[in-house]
């Protein structure tokens, strides 16, 4: 069964993460991803350790479902077949610093000029306005954007989130984008630019922080793992490791507390509303991680959820993947045969009439290259 974006071309010209990511995401819903590499390849190619069959795994993680075509678009040859391939894509996605790619004819406004269908989509760090010269990378973004100065302990430095949260963020919202244009062109014919930056991901994905400030007047402040605004919402000891207890509502705090056989507290004035308990945190923590020092994490894990408390351990990544078992997502999904075969993670989108599909692995660089420039040689291409 075809993928829902069967019959859609995506030239993508874009590198390392934000962009690679959105166009796996599109590759595995059926679109006919062409990764277009410069003559040393992606950079994540280099990336490395950790490595999979002398390949870096970071590589191998965001580009499955492509075909590779490598171009020095400084050579005129390279860079025709390169504007052939934009004249002929339903949609062009790239990621260099705005007008990088201007003057080899392969920006906007010449490709709309070729194709006037097309959607093009640009990933940028800081916009094309008066931040369109400062480089995009996720650690400055988590810098700039307040990220950091939430992360840690109150006392201690500010940290960095442990992925590039906002190069993933600005990949999914190229991927909204991307959908939305496609729409509107099926329903009038017409082609559009989508642009994203990571600033502006990182701000819109800081939600209740930004909420704070932007209507609050309030500038949040880091408090270690707790929440602001709800508790607990947060890690609590067990009798071995912490555990994550979100009872974020007065029906779930009735239930733990049932489930800690100390019901009395859910019926205490100093607790009785989010609002108390959230006031009077310092007095209930104690209370609840007495009655958790006498389980493991994982007995009081079972337990509570049964009676529709949300927790969970804190678990390391080979930890995660074996609870996603557990649930029978099946979070690992092989692609290709043989000795290309390539373990990657499930597509986390489900559609019950056009599933998505890994039709192919990670390509090796210009894998593809002779068959893509045949094609493109082709005058009914």
């Given at each position: 069964?075809?993928?829902?974006?069967d019959g859609?071309?995506?030239a993508?010209?874009?590198?390392i993460?934000?962009?690679?990511y959105?166009?796996?995401l599109?590759?595995?819903m059926g679109?006919?991803?062409?990764k277009v590499?410069?003559?040393?390849g992606?950079?994540?190619?280099?990336?490395?350790p950790?490595v999979?069959?002398?390949?870096?795994?970071?590589?191998?993680?965001?580009?499955?479902?492509?075909?590779?075509?490598?171009?020095?678009?400084r050579?005129?040859?390279?860079?025709?077949?390169a504007?052939?391939?934009?004249?002929r894509?339903?949609?062009v996605?790239?990621?260099?610093k705005?007008?990088?790619?201007?003057?080899?004819?392969?920006g906007?406004?010449?490709?709309?000029?070729?194709?006037p269908?097309v959607?093009?989509s640009?990933?940028?760090?800081?916009?094309?306005?008066?931040?369109?010269?400062?480089?995009?990378?996720?650690l400055?973004?988590?810098?700039?954007?307040?990220?950091?100065?939430?992360?840690?302990d109150?006392d201690?430095?500010?940290?960095?989130?442990?992925?590039?949260?906002f190069?993933?963020?600005a990949?999914?919202?190229?991927?909204?984008?991307?959908?939305?244009?496609l729409?509107?062109?099926?329903a009038?014919?017409?082609?559009q630019r989508?642009?994203v930056?990571?600033?502006?991901?990182?701000?819109?994905?800081?939600v209740?922080?930004?909420s704070?400030?932007?209507?609050?007047?309030v500038?949040?402040?880091?408090?270690g793992?707790?929440?602001?605004?709800?508790?607990?919402?947060?890690?609590?000891?067990?009798k071995?490791?912490?555990?994550?207890?979100?009872?974020?509502?007065?029906?779930?705090?009735?239930?733990?507390?049932e489930?800690?056989g100390?019901?009395?507290?859910?019926?205490?004035a100093?607790?009785?509303?989010?609002?108390?308990?959230?006031?009077?945190?310092?007095e209930?923590?104690?209370?609840?991680?007495?009655?958790?020092?006498?389980?493991?994490?994982?007995?009081?894990f079972?337990l509570?959820?049964?009676?529709?408390?949300?927790?969970?351990?804190?678990?390391t990544?080979?930890?995660?993947?074996?609870?996603?078992?557990?649930?029978?997502?099946?979070p690992?999904?092989t692609?290709?045969?043989?000795?290309r075969?390539?373990?990657?993670?499930?597509?986390?989108?489900?559609?019950?009439?056009?599933?998505?599909s890994?039709?192919l692995?990670p390509?090796?660089l210009d894998?593809?290259?002779?068959?893509?420039?045949?094609?493109?040689?082709?005058?009914d291409?």
């Amino acid at each position: 069964m075809k993928g829902p974006l069967d019959g859609v071309l995506v030239a993508d010209f874009s590198r390392i993460l934000a962009g690679p990511y959105a166009t796996m995401l599109l590759a595995d819903m059926g679109a006919d991803v062409i990764k277009v590499e410069g003559p040393r390849g992606d950079d994540t190619r280099t990336w490395m350790p950790p490595v999979r069959d002398g390949t870096s795994t970071y590589y191998l993680g965001i580009n499955r479902g492509k075909r590779s075509i490598a171009l020095d678009l400084r050579d005129e040859g390279d860079a025709e077949a390169a504007r052939e391939l934009a004249r002929r894509a339903d949609v062009v996605i790239e990621n260099f610093k705005p007008g990088g790619l201007d003057r080899f004819g392969l920006g906007y406004d010449d490709v709309r000029t070729a194709n006037p269908g097309v959607i093009y989509s640009s990933i940028t760090g800081f916009g094309t306005g008066a931040g369109r010269d400062v480089p995009g990378y996720d650690l400055m973004v988590q810098a700039i954007s307040g990220l950091m100065s939430l992360t840690g302990d109150p006392d201690g430095p500010p940290y960095r989130a442990g992925i590039s949260v906002f190069d993933v963020m600005a990949g999914n919202h190229a991927v909204i984008g991307i959908l939305a244009a496609l729409r509107h062109r099926d329903a009038t014919g017409e082609g559009q630019r989508v642009e994203v930056n990571l600033l502006s991901s990182a701000l819109t994905g800081l939600v209740n922080h930004s909420s704070a400030y932007v209507a609050g007047d309030v500038v949040p402040y880091r408090m270690g793992n707790a929440h602001p605004s709800v508790f607990p919402y947060e890690p609590l000891p067990t009798k071995d490791n912490d555990l994550i207890v979100s009872a974020a509502n007065d029906g779930q705090f009735r239930k733990l507390c049932e489930v800690l056989g100390i019901p009395e507290i859910a019926d205490d004035a100093r607790f009785a509303t989010n609002a108390d308990r959230t006031a009077n945190r310092e007095e209930l923590r104690p209370l609840l991680t007495e009655k958790l020092s006498t389980r493991s994490a994982v007995e009081w894990f079972d337990l509570l959820v049964a009676a529709g408390v949300p927790c969970g351990p804190i678990n390391t990544i080979d930890g995660g993947f074996a609870m996603a078992e557990r649930f029978e997502l099946e979070p690992i999904v092989t692609v290709g045969e043989g000795e290309r075969a390539v373990p990657t993670t499930r597509h986390p989108i489900r559609f019950s009439r056009t599933p998505v599909s890994y039709a192919l692995p990670p390509p090796e660089l210009d894998e593809h290259g002779d068959e893509i420039r045949k094609w493109l040689g082709e005058k009914d291409g």
